[in-house]
């Protein structure tokens, strides 16, 4: 085709947009930072270039002018006066620099700030006019015929669906009639919008995939760019530089930039955008506003789009979850269950190994220590292995694993290693270990929730592939029980089970479960090797040593592990002494004292207390609907001068005024509020300084009496204001004293000591850092290149997010965790998260912060934390309980040493000996279990009930169908899903949702409609429908006489039994939904509840990560702002995550 010679001669018949269309100029005004850089790159040649071209645009001279203001030299910023005065001024000389670095930035800023001015009118005095447009157009053809071809919709189809989309929604007509060449909605929304958080949303959107992948090449591509560095400059957001963390220490690289210009190209290019059908057309068009919706900035783009965005995205997803519904009518799929097929050889890995020979070499040497405790396990034999932490117990079981899957291959047979590990978190940390010393010989995954399969079908066929798996062990329970062929593992499939962490093995621990299941099965069992530093073992629950010796026993024998690996020969403990050493133990009580505040919360909580029973008391007199009067009795009894206990007994009054639905309980809510605050105060007192306590009392009851509307009705805080305030001032506790003690003679003997601070309570941690942040008595331990600005003392907390008023992410944990490790922080303050898995080398004191060991394992544990050596462990308390369960801790880990130590010398076979006494106990023990379930079963052998609904008495099921999972009671019937509708709820999801267990929508009975019988659970991958008990009532067979409970624990004591559910009953409910028509619509539901609970999930994820983002902008800025620097927009830089730790709390 013949290419035009010369602008005039351009073809427009070709242009789908022609430059005397209406639309035109406002899309085109979306190149107007092209068209500036167009015009500055032709400088070199003359001497403004193509701005020339435009000043018949401009009054006589102005053109000049302006370009002079663009492009000219800027003065020095050495010619500041400030700056001179700076110079002439004696300060300190890290003063002095940090003072021209904010005034060099403060003078950049100042300039581009002027550059852009002048831009700005540039253009917008010669692209809202026929004349500078037609230049402008002509200017493009000249310098980029591809951009110049998208302005004009060059070889478009007339019909092209987007085009007429776009016109629809970024034009108002009535506007466009008025002026075609003035501001138009298009203007408003690309001028206001930040496209980088766009991309950032619609990359995470499937629908718009295709749509992404235009738009990322487009925004990439140097033709539609601006090339040249003076424009670039006028138009980067952000900093110049940004802070990554590499290995623990904070590097300083160049930023990636984004410009306004790249947000212009996004609408530009939307144009683009294949539409091959009409539910296409706006598809895009939703997903943008969908994008859009998640930042402040590009809200408010979205109000000149369409101020009604929420309600029509709102109603657009309802449309596709109808489409979806209507789409896969009539389709029946049905999932394979397991049936009876038993797999009773473990399943081949496809590649023998995963040999990389690109992978890093990290040989495992273990100690003379290490080899003495790997030796049973090398041997094949079921042991538990005991070393003190910091000895590298996991090292050890890494070789024992890895010498286990090479013996098997050597003999050409299959082999299979499962780690489990009873934190989400030390799923990767132990899997990083396991790389670390595979060689990339073998394949090594983790599991820890509800993560898709790699495979696409289940995560079994993954856990197959692998030769080692790391993964907590419920989620290897849920593997062995499933009936879904996708999801079935068998215990044939391990050859090796490694319990890290294994004195956790007591009452129905998942670890209990897993060995229960391992014992029951006929065929070949794995290895099984336990890891501890600390054995069950209770000075005040066992009486004497031989119930202990028996505790110890029965762990082993609950884990068919007869032997008990410990470092026994001299040349390996005096190895061990080389590495791990113990630090010293000592208590320091610290008696609290009377203080003005102190006493005012515990006056104002007698009083506060007599009012509320007085209250309490009218409401259990009422009529109807009233107050629990035993409830209101024993309160009335409690003394609130025994705050702990005082505190969780006004949980229980709190949660029957919630159940009262009466407007006579408004005074007894409000004492109740005002009392939960006086009580928390109090709690505190004894271990805050009284300034913290006073601040937050101050906060927290202005909170509740906001504009002071209750005067003093409730609380007489601000009446005694002054006094309280006064003596608040200087009041600390002895407790806080001797902290700053501690820490301050730590530092002074030790200057490069780690300190860790545990405490009991979250807010506690925070509190305590936020003080001793204040008080600077750290400061005087900087390193000497610290720029004095960060905070020495910090907090971990774990990251499950479950509510209350502190939270940390997992981002910020790292942070503080890297920092710490690095040196840059010195102390940290945690609560027991840390306990396990926090490898922290260098730390020499643990300091518990009123908080005892709760038992010889938490001792150990904390304790172990510190492994440098002289470390110190000190228990600060300040009352008698703490240091008697502190006192008590020490003593049951002496008798678990004594434990050790008689068991070393009775020798092995009396070991296996005992052990299978104690195997034996327990056989008994779930024997008699197993004898009552069969006489309760057999009592009520004749006994079947009908479950039918109090609302119309229609007949669900039988009592002969109600299963127990866990503490749910379901409807195990197929059949009985006819008989409900399924209503999905818009409800507050949580923060942790497993993939196996899910309530989901609201059951309702099908006939009446109204009456609400349960809730639809998803129960490893099944639909099940959950009963609750107040909803039906129960008719015996051939009986007319009907019956009704509280509780189903009531049911089963006097009406029928209620099993456990089986495979079988699983696998009956498999597909019950899927093989009934009238059911279809109903599992379609129930699985879109399931992606939009999920959905919710991580959408809460990600709300909770932009409100950190923005609580930590606003520290950057207040910081800013106290340094005297100009705060400049950018992201929080993220520590890097390679070998980084976090810490959750255990799974529920």
């Known amino acids: 085709m013949h290419e035009p010679s010369c602008y005039e001669e351009e073809d427009i018949s070709r242009q789908s947009l022609p430059f005397g269309s209406p639309y035109f100029?406002?899309?085109?005004?979306?190149?107007?930072?092209?068209i500036l850089d167009v015009c500055v790159s032709t400088m070199k040649f003359k001497d403004i270039g193509d701005f020339a071209l435009f000043e018949d645009c401009f009054p006589p001279g102005k053109l000049e002018e302006v370009v002079k203001k663009i492009t000219g030299e800027a003065e020095p910023f050495t010619q500041d006066p400030e700056f001179k005065k700076l110079k002439e001024t004696e300060v300190d000389p890290k003063f002095k620099r940090h003072a021209e670095t904010y005034l060099k930035l403060r003078h950049d800023h100042k300039t581009k700030v002027e550059r852009r001015r002048f831009a700005e009118y540039f253009l917008n005095k010669i692209l809202f006019n026929e004349q500078g447009l037609r230049i402008a157009d002509k200017l493009i053809w000249q310098h980029s015929r591809q951009v110049y071809g998208t302005a004009h919709w060059k070889d478009l189809p007339k019909d092209w669906m987007t085009t007429d989309t776009y016109k629809k929604k970024f034009y108002d007509e009535e506007e466009l009639e008025r002026d075609p060449y003035g501001m138009q909605r298009l203007d408003r929304v690309a001028g206001s919008a930040r496209g980088m958080l766009i991309m950032k949303h619609l990359e995470s959107d499937h629908l718009v995939r295709k749509e992404y992948d235009v738009l990322k090449k487009e925004v990439s591509d140097p033709e539609n760019l601006c090339q040249t560095e003076l424009v670039r400059n006028l138009l980067d957001e952000g900093p110049l530089w940004e802070l990554k963390m590499e290995e623990g220490e904070e590097i300083i690289r160049k930023a990636d930039k984004w410009n306004v210009h790249k947000t212009l190209v996004i609408f530009f290019y939307i144009t683009g955008f294949r539409a091959k059908s009409e539910k296409e057309q706006e598809e895009w068009f939703y997903c943008l506003m969908d994008a859009m919706k998640n930042d402040p900035t590009n809200r408010a783009a979205l109000h000149f789009l369409n101020k009604n965005y929420a309600e029509e995205l709102d109603e657009r997803q309802k449309e596709r979850n109808r489409r979806r519904l209507q789409e896969f009518k009539g389709l029946k799929v049905d999932e394979k269950g397991v049936g009876n097929t038993i797999v009773t050889n473990i399943r081949p890995q496809k590649n023998e190994t995963a040999y990389n020979p690109d992978a890093d070499e990290t040989n495992l040497v273990l100690r003379v220590y290490q080899e003495e405790l790997v030796q049973p396990a090398l041997e094949g034999k079921n042991c538990v292995i005991v070393g003190p932490t910091g000895c590298?117990?996991?090292?050890?079981?890494?070789y024992a694993a890895l010498n286990h899957l090479r013996e098997r291959q050597a003999a050409g047979q299959t082999g299979r290693v499962a780690m489990l590990v009873p934190k989400i978190p030390l799923v990767t940390q132990q899997k990083e270990r396991f790389l670390q010393y595979c060689r990339g010989s073998f394949t090594v995954n983790g599991f820890f929730g509800s993560e898709k399969s790699d495979s696409g079908e289940g995560r079994k066929d993954d856990v197959i592939e692998s030769h080692i798996v790391v993964m907590t062990p419920q989620i290897l329970i849920n593997m062995l029980q499933s009936v879904r062929v996708n999801e079935r593992l068998y215990v044939a499939d391990f050859s090796m089970m490694i319990f890290d962490e294994v004195h956790k093995a007591t009452g129905n621990h998942p670890y209990v479960i897993i060995n229960q299941i391992v014992q029951e099965w006929e065929h070949d069992k794995p290895q099984i090797i336990g890891l501890t530093a600390?054995?069950?073992?209770?000075?005040?629950?066992?009486k004497d040593l031989s119930q202990m010796l028996f505790s110890i026993h029965t762990m082993l024998a609950l884990l068919n592990a007869p032997y008990l690996s410990t470092i026994k020969l001299q040349a390996s403990i005096d190895e061990l002494n080389k590495h791990v050493s113990k630090p010293d133990d000592s208590v320091e009580v610290c008696q609290p004292t009377a203080t003005a505040l102190r006493n005012y919360i515990e006056t104002y909580l007698g009083t506060a207390h007599i009012k509320l029973c007085h209250e309490l008391e009218s409401l259990s007199k009422l009529r109807h609907n009233c107050f629990p009067s035993n409830s209101y009795r024993r309160f009335k009894k409690l003394s609130p001068k025994f705050y702990e206990i005082y505190e969780s007994n006004l949980q229980n009054i709190n949660q029957d005024l919630k159940k009262l639905n009466t407007a006579e309980k408004t005074i007894a809510v409000t004492w109740m509020k005002y009392i939960r605050l006086y009580v928390e105060a109090r709690g505190m007192v004894d271990l805050m300084p009284a300034r913290l306590v006073f601040e937050f009392m101050e906060a927290r009851i202005r909170e509740l009496d906001t504009g002071h509307k209750l005067g003093d009705q409730f609380s007489d805080f601000f009446k005694k204001?002054?006094?309280?305030?006064?003596?608040?001032?200087?009041?600390?506790?002895?407790?806080?004293?001797?902290?700053?003690?501690?820490?301050?003679?730590?530092?002074k003997v030790t200057p490069d000591s780690r300190v860790i601070i545990f405490v009991t309570q979250r807010a506690t941690a925070q509190r305590i850092s936020d003080f001793l942040n204040k008080s600077h008595i750290m400061d005087q331990f900087r390193d000497p290149d610290d720029d004095g600005y960060d905070e020495m003392v910090g907090f971990v907390l774990g990251t499950n997010n479950q509510g209350g008023a502190v939270q940390q992410s997992q981002q910020e944990q790292q942070k503080v965790l890297s920092r710490f490790n690095n040196g840059k922080m010195k102390v940290i303050v945690a609560t027991s998260v840390v306990e396990e898995g926090l490898d922290v080398t260098s730390c020499n004191l643990i300091i518990k912060y009123n908080c005892?060991?709760?038992s010889a394992i938490q001792l150990v544990q904390r304790r172990g934390r510190a492994r440098a050596k002289n470390s110190r462990s000190v228990l600060l308390a300040v009352n008698t309980k703490v240091n008697e369960d502190e006192n008590n801790a020490l003593i049951s880990e002496k008798f678990m040493r004594m434990c050790v130590k008689k068991i070393e010398e009775a020798g092995p076979k009396q070991l296996e000996i005992d052990v299978a006494a104690a195997a034996k106990k327990i056989a008994i023990e779930r024997k008699?279990?197993?004898?009552?379930?069969?006489?309760?079963?057999?009592r009520f052998a004749n006994s079947l009930y009908k479950l039918n609904c109090v609302g119309c008495s229609t007949t669900f099921c039988m009592s002969s169908d109600i299963k127990k999972v866990y503490s749910n009671y379901m409807a195990f019937d197929p059949a009985a899903w006819q008989f409900f509708t399924v209503e999905s709820k818009k409800k507050k999801p949580n923060s942790y949702l497993s993939e196996d267990t899910q309530p989901l929508s609201i059951l309702k009975c099908a006939k009446c409609v109204t009456t609400v019988i349960g809730k639809a659970y998803k129960m490893r991958g099944v639909y099940l429908p959950q009963i609750d008990v107040k909803s039906v009532f129960f008719v015996e067979e051939n009986s007319s006489e009907s019956k009704t409970a509280k509780k189903w624990s009531s049911v089963e004591q006097e009406l029928f039994y209620v099993g456990e559910a089986t495979q079988d009953n699983f696998e009956d409910m498999l597909n019950a939904l899927s093989n009934n028509e009238c059911n279809m619509d109903k599992k379609r539901l129930l699985d879109l509840d399931s992606k939009q609970h999920i959905r919710d999930i991580e959408l809460k994820k990600y709300r909770i990560r932009n409100e950190e983002q923005e609580k930590a902008k606003a520290e950057r800025m207040k910081k800013a702002e106290q340094e005297g620097v100009e705060f400049e927009e950018g992201e929080e830089p993220e520590p890097e995550r390679e070998g980084a730790t976090a810490f959750s709390e255990d799974e529920s």
């Open 25 to 34: 100029p406002a899309y085109f005004r979306l190149l107007k930072w092209k």
């Open 392 to 398: 590298g117990k996991t090292e050890v079981a890494i």
């Open 534 to 542: 600390s054995l069950n073992v209770s000075s005040t629950a066992q």
């Open 721 to 747: 204001y002054s006094g309280l305030e006064a003596n608040a001032k200087s009041d600390e506790p002895m407790i806080v004293t001797k902290l700053k003690d501690t820490l301050i003679t730590q530092f």
């Open 852 to 854: 005892s060991s709760g």
């Open 928 to 938: 008699n279990e197993l004898t009552a379930q069969l006489e309760l079963r057999e």
